[in-house]
């Protein structure tokens, strides 16, 4: 797991990669408050398909961004606070940004912005 600066489109972000299942698993489960307006986690996949997410555990709401395998932004799913529904993309997606609710709106990110990662 590790910290990295990242760009959504124009809006700089730091992103918490999660690689392991184990990580990805836990995601912001526990965590007592929501992330800042500068914090995201980066869900790490070396290949696109039909992901899924749930909120058990996670108190607050959340932006869900799915990226395709050209780091190109397809689709944005709002997620609420401990709802163990499963929510599964429509399309494939590879990486995928959770940001705090509202994150998407708040700085006019687009289907077709790119996820950089700034070395």
């Known amino acids: 797991m590790s910290l990295k600066f ?28 929501r992330p800042s307006d500068d914090f995201g986690m980066l869900f790490v996949n070396n290949a696109a398909y039909k992901q899924s ?4 555990n996670v108190p607050f709401d959340l ?3 799915g990226f395709n395998e050209n780091n190109k932004l397809v689709e ?3 997620l609420i606070a401990q709802d163990e529904t499963l929510r599964t993309f429509s399309m494939y997606v590879q990486n995928v940004v959770e940001v705090r609710s ?6 006019s990110i687009s289907i077709g912005d790119e996820l950089i990662e700034i070395t």
């Open 6 to 33: 990242h760009y959504i489109g124009n809006v700089p972000i730091m992103l918490k990669k999660l690689e392991t299942p184990e990580e990805k698993q836990i995601g912001f489960m526990f965590k007592t408050s």
């Open 53 to 56: 997410f749930w909120m058990k």
């Open 63 to 65: 932006d869900l961004l």
């Open 76 to 78: 944005v799913i709002k």
């Open 102 to 107: 509202g994150w998407t709106d708040d700085f």
